[in-house]
């Protein structure tokens, strides 16, 4: 079936500009994971959802970024006034039902330029 | 706190030898532990689990990685490399805090294949 799918795969915009990365998760997953991949610090978590609880939000840089899950299945990841340091690929992951020992499958990222 | 220390940043081997990526973890927790792999411009895939169960794990393309709790260790081994694993390899713990699943990884080690 159909895998993780992120849109744009690429974004180039200009300092200050605000942003936003979609993910289309795994038919009938639950739990939905924002990451971020920088040459500087790696790969690291940004926020999670699970079903209509609210959101782990503790992975967020500053409070320029935001995400929202509608409906349980689609997610936005905004970025606001983005800075060159916001420079990086995002990644989205799905999992079944968000388990500790559960896969994650993840989407081919968004590479994100900031000029 | 849940952590992992890939020990090389650069393995090379040559075609038909064997593979060994290392990785040490820190869990006060059982931990459940993956390796991924991530090819040029492509998206991160799962290779194997250890989620308590069997301590030798079999993944995919030939791979298998031993969990030994007495060395917090986690190495991924293959008998003989192919060139087509030339890729970044992350050796990745689950954080179990807040029930999230959410993934931890490491800094990643490259492995080149020479002919």
């Known amino acids: 079936g159909a895998g993780v799918s992120q849109s744009p795969s690429n974004k180039v915009t200009e300092k200050g500009k605000d942003v936003e990365l979609r993910c289309d998760p795994i038919?009938?997953?639950?739990?939905l994971y924002w990451y971020r991949q920088s040459l500087g610090q790696g790969l690291e978590f940004l926020i999670y959802?699970?079903?209509?609880?609210?959101?782990?939000k503790s992975g967020l840089p500053s409070d320029r970024f935001s995400a929202e899950r509608t409906g349980g299945s689609v997610s936005t990841l905004t970025i606001q006034r983005t800075q060159q340091e916001d420079s990086a690929v995002y990644l989205c992951?799905?999992?079944?039902?968000?388990?500790?020992?559960?896969?994650?499958?993840f989407g081919p990222g968004t590479r994100l330029t900031v000029l | 706190a849940q952590s992992v220390t890939q020990l090389d940043s650069h393995v090379s081997v040559s075609e038909g030898t064997p593979v060994l990526l290392r990785c040490n973890y820190s869990?006060?927790?059982?931990?459940?532990l993956f390796w991924y792999v991530q090819h040029p411009n492509k998206g991160l895939q799962l290779l194997l689990k250890?989620?308590?169960?069997?301590?030798l794990v079999k993944g995919i393309n030939g791979f298998e990685a031993e969990f030994k709790k007495s060395e917090t260790s986690f190495h991924l081994t293959k008998p003989s490399a192919h060139m087509s694993d030339a890729a970044e390899y992350f050796c990745?713990?689950?954080?179990?805090?807040?029930?999230?699943?959410?993934?931890?990884f490491g800094q990643g080690t490259t492995l080149q294949v020479k002919p």
């Open positions: 992951a799905s999992s079944l039902n968000g388990a500790i020992a559960d896969t994650q499958y």
């Open positions: 038919s009938g997953h639950t739990a």
């Open positions: 959802f699970q079903g209509n609880s609210a959101p782990d």
């Open positions: 869990s006060s927790y059982s931990p459940s």
């Open positions: 250890y989620t308590s169960a069997a301590t």
């Open positions: 990745v713990v689950s954080d179990p805090s807040g029930n999230t699943g959410k993934l931890i």
